[in-house]
């Protein structure tokens, strides 16, 4: 009995148990799995996605940290590492995967960056010719534009009269958003539907097909192997409010493809005994990023405009420049001092905020991730390369600020100084503090299934397939063999299609 039917697909219509038959199964359907279908289906396969968070529509996304952190983030957006600095490093859940709640900033992958790929990884796929065309397909397919002056407002503007002041090569960022009103909100879901993210555009693409079925609150966690091959995986359906398991999926298929992200697939493959821990959920990477809050006497209102609009580019020095704003109570997290009259005040002054960060290309540091029985364990080791350069970063973003005219800065740093004169800059910032004193985030989590030239050296070749294994590949931000220093979900349709591309031409 074969349950597969093109279409969405949620836990309201399973039936107890729900068996699937297809020429490839897709897990996880967020940048890669859903460029990874769209190249599928165009070739006429038949998919079948399978998600472990629920389809959304717009009008589903509610202003509500509890309630997206409960139904669009991984672990509750609970997920933090632990090492030498400690870091939320959120992720997304759903249909759409972490473009529902990105900022929808697109670069392109960095010419170097590929180079790097292929001369040192052996990644000879990733040609300049070969990802260009991805790009420009993927620039048509996600509406990537530079949104109007009009929606950018003031967080943005005010970072754009502070960088121009210094003499900074910095522009609007382009974003996959064509639509945006800049109503502030992206990590909540874009209410407005103005957002492109690939649920609406790469996978609306495969489901237009009508060969791919998307299997949404499903978690797959096991599979079944004859051989070198795999030939079925199986998991649970979910009820999608309480998240509970309420019965059983299983998919057989002639292919596999693991999109399930730079936590999920790593820890999927090595909890199947698909690979080991020599490089499988090692060298993560995930672009660390000190945020700065700014004080001016003018009115900001940070919370409205694009959420991430601007940037300045130092990637040759080895970090970007980007404003940032969150909603109040995120605010809140950032201030040095959590309790007491001074962060009363700048929360009543929140208003004449403005919020940008610095955004570090790592390449000295790297952490893992493993599962145990508490839930999966991230650790990452902050370099002392990589926070120099974070540290010039913030420098340089406070001198950014100053020049808007801001009264005074504050860095995310737990050694409470805020910065006021220029003079004050390098006290505040000081190269020599400890990595554990920094307030960082991350949202870029890469590397953990990369690609390479050998099994000595990777977990996946060149095209994406899984060493030793006949039939499974890996579509997702985890092939990186090194962060980008620029933000990753372009990068990663690409690899989607890269690897989608591979399996339907069989090389
Ligand atoms: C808050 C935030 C802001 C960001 N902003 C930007 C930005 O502005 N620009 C940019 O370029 N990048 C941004 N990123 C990063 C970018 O969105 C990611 O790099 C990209 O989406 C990664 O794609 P992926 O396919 O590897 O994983 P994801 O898009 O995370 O998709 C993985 C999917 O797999 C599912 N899954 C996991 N395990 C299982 C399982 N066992 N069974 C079934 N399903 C499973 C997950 O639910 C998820 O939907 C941001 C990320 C976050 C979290
Ligand atoms: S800022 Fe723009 S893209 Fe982000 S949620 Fe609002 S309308 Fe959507």
């Known amino acids: 009995m074969n349950d597969w039917r093109p279409g969405k697909h949620s836990s309201e219509s399973y039936p107890a148990h729900v068996e699937l038959e297809v020429d490839v199964c897709i897990i996880g359907a967020g940048a890669g799995g859903s460029a990874a279908a769209a190249a599928l289906t165009g070739a006429g396969l038949t998919v079948a996605v399978l998600e472990e968070g629920s389809h959304w529509r717009p009008s589903d996304f509610r202003q509500e940290t509890s309630f997206a952190f409960k139904h669009l983030y991984q672990e509750r957006g609970m997920r933090v590492t632990r090492g030498n600095v400690v870091m939320p490093l959120p992720g997304g859940r759903g249909v759409g995967g972490s473009t529902l709640i990105n900022s929808a900033i697109c670069f392109r992958t960095p010419p170097s960056v590929m180079k790097e790929w292929r001369e040192q990884y052996g990644c000879e796929r990733v040609t300049d010719d070969r990802f260009n065309g991805y790009f420009d397909r993927i620039w048509k397919t996600i509406g990537v534009t530079v949104n109007p002056v009009a929606v950018q407002r003031n967080n943005n503007l005010i970072f754009k009269q502070g960088a121009e002041a210094l003499g900074l090569k910095g522009e609007f960022m382009a974003r996959s958003a064509p639509g945006c009103v800049g109503c502030g909100i992206c990590q909540y879901g874009c209410p407005t539907g103005g957002k492109f993210s690939v649920d609406r555009t790469f996978m609306a693409e495969a489901l237009g097909t009508n060969l791919v079925g998307v299997y949404a609150d499903c978690r797959v966690s096991k599979v079944e192997t004859v051989g070198d ?147 999966p364990d991230l650790y990452y080791h902050f370099g002392e390369g990589d926070k120099s350069r974070l540290m010039a970063g913030t420098r340089l973003c406070a001198e950014v600020f100053l020049a808007a005219g801001a009264l005074e800065v504050m860095p995310a740093m737990q050694i409470g100084r805020t910065i006021k004169t220029k003079a004050d800059i390098l006290s505040a910032i000081p190269d020599d503090l400890p990595a554990n004193k920094l307030l960082l985030y991350a949202s870029h989590p890469m590397g953990t299934c990369r690609m390479g030239a050998s099994r ?37 349709m690409a690899m989607g299609l890269m690897v989608g591309e591979a399996i339907a031409h069989g090389s």
């Open 229 to 375: 091959r795999v030939v079925a995986v199986s998991g649970q359906t979910l009820h999608p409010d309480s998240q509970r398991p309420q019965g059983s999926i299983r998919v057989s298929a002639k292919t596999f493809v693991l999109s399930a992200g730079p936590i999920g697939s790593p820890l999927f493959l090595l909890a199947n005994g698909l690979a080991d821990s020599t490089h499988c959920g090692q060298h993560m990477v995930v672009h660390p990023t000190c945020g700065l809050l700014a004080r001016f006497e003018q009115e900001i209102r940070p919370w409205s405009g694009v959420t991430q609009g601007y940037y300045v580019d130092c990637w040759e020095k080895g970090f970007l420049l980007q404003t940032y704003s969150v909603t109040p109570d995120q605010y809140f997290l950032l201030l040095q001092t959590r309790i007491g009259k001074e962060t009363l005040e700048y929360l009543s002054n929140l208003s004449h905020i403005a919020s940008a960060g610095s955004l570090v290309h790592d390449t000295d540091s790297g952490g893992s991730v493993r599962q145990t029985p508490l839930g």
């Open 456 to 492: 000595e050296t990777s977990v996946i070749d060149a095209s994406g397939k899984v060493w030793d294994w006949a039939n499974l590949h890996v579509a997702d931000a985890s092939m990186f063999p090194t962060s980008l220093g620029v933000n990753p979900q372009v990068t990663t």
